[in-house]
């Protein structure tokens, strides 16, 4: 943390500001022009608060020079981290991971029928809604446990793992018994209670971007996680709010780059909610997987058109294998491999 | 909803439009121009998915008539609703409701000292938080139990009913007993699962909005605690993020004025959040009693600069006490009383 | 402007940082501490380009300590600029300036009407658009040189000064013969060779915000015009860009405050192009000036739903009538006069 | 444009809307049912304004079906349109274009060593500031008519054509002489004056697309070139403002897609203004080629930590090599060729 005080500033102030720094756990250095005074802070200054620094009398400018994220932080663990969900299946790494299949679980046939097409296309691993978070009461919220037994029967018809969303800490015990990889969703991302109850299980985590959530929100998201003891934290990207209307979200995909920068964690890319329609899926799944994402997550359903839940945005079984098909070449391309 | 054709549709694409329609519930009204088809629903459209419908083949274009929410909406319910908080105290009407206190409950003198002094000043009721959303797992997350037993001792020292935030459902039942309005607080605007909880109990909520939702979505999350049978709902914009970054967020007046038109719930303002400046809180708190609201939630501190939380946002009780001599007069002019 | 070294910084890094510093004209203070090492300018670091420090190798953070902007600033300046737009009338100061009239000029009749109209009920100045800034290369775009004409025709009938927007440097000539005030629209606030121009000669300028320009930005485009030598800049807030699309746009009232705390220049706001709907400019003019603007431009419409461009927007000659009277006592509330 | 009447609609009000409707230049289609009523506009619908129309009595709802732009509109040309900007190079197609060059031209080694070497590493036309838009009127403006002849030097000492950005209407004769693109800004996007100029005169326009605007409001500021008679228009998606602060701005690649969809005209795009990072421009670079891009523009300094403007956005002509090498093979993955 760095403080410039006021050209103005008294004594008193410089000394104020001082105490209020040391309480907070630092040593600071002050450096005094002619013009510009300086307070650096030496340590550890995550005890330091930016904003009420800033309000203190003689203070003009308060600058952060450390991140806040530790345990998500590149610098301290400069190695990429790899996340084994199961079934042989790490995330990370060279090899991309492609989680595929439908927005919500709505029977048998039908979970277990898209799990076979999109491992037989070459995906790592399943999706599918058993809760489902919808902006309206009225819609449906998903199949609940029922929709949890379905997993796993398509787990054990294919064998791929299985992510899906966890929306209630009182799902968290059976999710941790059933379930690969659980799903914290965009709307979640700042709910702290969920994030800390994930944090004290050993489990893979997916965390969804939040749709106005900053890198550094992100990030921090996952410093709850990390905090807790789970280091099991895969990142994803899938469209920011914006002023644009014409796509469902804007996919940022330089977020991914800038992850990758600052964090060690892996970072998957979501089209399928960032655009909002199918026909834009393929492209953006190339191009994420160009910008450097690790891994894609997929909205496959067999029949779009009368999908339960975000239909609009779902590419069928055979486009998705097309997808598969143009992803390989492009990821040797990019020094990664499907 | 009413959905319009694409120029060179065919027979078949109508039909199979149609009979989606149908299976959503409404009656369809077709309509061919020359140049144009267009499919009116009659009836309740709130089983029709606008997203999907627009994806369907032969489809141009598809706009949604009504509103999705309809427990919240005026149209349904013209008056306006009065929230009782207890203690005397009615949220909506003539009469403002002014809600002061610290972001956190920090010790018993602080909480009752403060509660004493906004009351003196004619705040309405306490706020203080015992369990705070922070960004980071490092800071400072409130006092928690003891905060909500503090919390009660300043209800008890001045009759002012309590305000304060709910982070997890395990805490329900414990707010249900001693608190007076349970604030869910704008991380949690969208977590659908506590908001269902929230709909199930006879406790006033205090819903504010989320930092990038849209006016609807927050009907909408006023609709899911309504849904379950809880009609006490306040609402409380404190800002949204937008591009510029000199306040902390966009304090977005505008919306108060939407939300009184669409719905008949009661709207505070929160200007304290949504500057993130002390030294605007009073001016953003006249305007926004001059666009409309029903009241206020107001950070006060008997010391900001040493505030465990949001200090930098925090008035003094001096201050609130100034604010709150201009707000009389100021309401006066607009119909209101203090 | 302050920069923090990397923690393994080289001498050398040090050293090539300095001197990219002293190039920019400051004199350097270093401050090396045992973890950090800060490097403060000192004199005027206009010449230093924060964006190409940041990226210096050994670098790890830039901040900018004072404004880019001079003329603009109330640092240098504290006394609020007050602005003679003639006839009597000044922006700035106790006394509310309040322009009104069309969107667009469309016969003498209606300008006269209006003119004469607003003034009756208290407007300072007359606004109206002879060439006109529509999305549309189709729509409507202003009667141009004819309806300058008429413009003066209504200055000559009420003696209200006249407010037209210039989007061509050709039509400046005639502009600075025949207007009282120049609006510079936010499509064109970064327009900088108009900025240019405007800040040549000696006439007010009116320049609105743009859409999604920041704070700084807008107060650099007032820089813009005052480095020309022309100091007669007013601002006028009139709504950004956001996610939200009840309103055409977001009027962010707080952004008056900050300016008017930033900078001495005046500042106006326009609730009619924010909100997009007549129903709503009143109660935000209200809140504006009660955020302490130092007046409003409202657009007024004979017959706004015949109007050829914004009707949707445009209050009519009672309902402003209607905001006048409303507007007085506010106004007194807040220590201004209309 | 299809209008919806509120379900309490009068028998005059439906005559009204109808009335205006007409004047617009429509032929009304109505359609009544038990509890909705709806307009459909038949014929061209381009003079109806549909904020009025929302505001007319009665009305509940408006939408228009059909795009508002009509030169650029793929409906009415299918075929991509080919763009020759000279000496051999035509943008839009299989092959890639790729402009690279300086911010801003500093001298003539300069902007002469750079040409050369972007051409051999396969750049296809030369891009360089001669009159640069800076946020602050005390930063270098460039050099101005200088800058042009320098460029001229470059083209004759490479062959490449040359694209430079035009600020103002007084330039507009000399770059129609000595310039093969013109490119008109991001902040001038929406300068209507300067865009019907350009629309007058026989030289291709690359378009960049504002920083807040819409994909219509782009589009439709193509139209406003197009219908001046010129329909050499290039677009170029150079990142949007949004919340996120990481980037310069948000790199939004799903534009590229809905571009190509909706319109005929060529998109590049700018991944060096979007990210404000050098050390992004070659994944995003990638991405955007992935996404559909029909080129890009990347900004080439020979010495980035010395550059008059932009320096920490450029890359060296290394750095520019190595990715024209990763570019080829990519582009083949996706059926184009550099």
New interface residues.
């Given amino acids: 943390m760095?403080v410039?005080l006021k050209r103005d500033h008294t004594e008193d102030q410089l000394r104020d500001v001082s105490k209020?720094m040391e309480q907070g756990g630092v040593?600071v250095?002050v450096?005094r022009?002619?013009?510009?005074t300086?307070l650096?802070?030496?340590?550890d200054s995550?005890?330091l608060?930016e904003?009420?620094l800033?309000?203190?009398p003689g203070v003009?400018?308060v600058?952060r020079?450390s991140e806040?994220?530790k345990k998500a932080n590149r610098k301290y663990h400069p190695d990429d981290t790899l996340v084994d969900i199961g079934r042989g299946v790490v995330v990370g790494g060279r090899k991309l991971t492609v989680i595929a299949g439908p927005c919500s679980v709505e029977s048998e046939e039908q979970i277990v029928g898209i799990a076979r097409s999109v491992k037989s296309s070459g995906a790592s691993a399943l999706r599918g809604g058993a809760y489902k978070?919808?902006?309206?009461?009225?819609?449906f919220q998903g199949m609940g446990l029922e929709g949890l037994r379905l997993l796993n029967e398509a787990r054990e018809a294919t064998g791929l793992p299985i992510v899906t969303e966890l929306?209630?800490?009182?799902q968290l015990p059976i999710f941790e018994e059933t379930v690969d990889v659980i799903q914290i969703g965009a709307?979640?991302m700042?709910?702290?209670?969920?994030l800390?109850k994930v944090g004290k299980i050993d489990k893979p985590v997916l965390l969804k971007r939040g749709?106005?959530s900053?890198?550094?929100?992100w990030l921090?998201s996952a410093?709850?996680i990390m905090?807790?003891g789970n280091d099991k934290v895969i990142l994803c990207e899938r469209g920011?709010?914006?002023?644009?209307?014409?796509?469902r979200n804007?996919?940022?995909?330089?977020?991914v780059?800038?992850v990758k920068?600052l964090s060690h964690l892996p970072v998957l890319v979501d089209p399928s909610h960032?655009?909002?329609?199918?026909?834009?899926v393929e492209?953006?799944a190339?191009?994420?997987?160009?910008?450097?994402a690790d891994g894609l997550i997929i909205e496959v359903h067999n029949d779009?058109?009368?999908?339960m839940c975000?239909?609009?945005?779902s590419v069928t079984p055979d486009q998705f294998d097309a997808l598969m098909r143009?992803l390989g070449?492009?990821a040797d391309?990019?020094g990664r491999e499907l």
Same sequence: chains 1, 2, 3, 4.
């Fill in positions: 760095v410039v209020v040593k250095m450096s022009g002619s013009e510009v300086i650096g802070a030496e340590g995550s005890g608060d904003e009420a800033s309000q203190l003009e400018k600058m020079v806040p994220y978070p919808r902006t309206s009461p009225y819609s929306m209630s800490p009182d709307r979640n700042q709910n702290f209670d969920l800390k749709l106005s900053t890198i550094e929100e921090m410093e709850y905090a807790g920011i709010r914006t002023f644009e209307t014409y796509t804007t996919l940022d995909l330089s977020a780059l800038a920068s960032a655009c909002g329609r199918s026909w834009m492209k953006m190339l191009a994420a997987v160009a910008a450097g779009p058109g009368n999908a975000d239909g609009a945005q143009k070449p492009l391309c990019v």
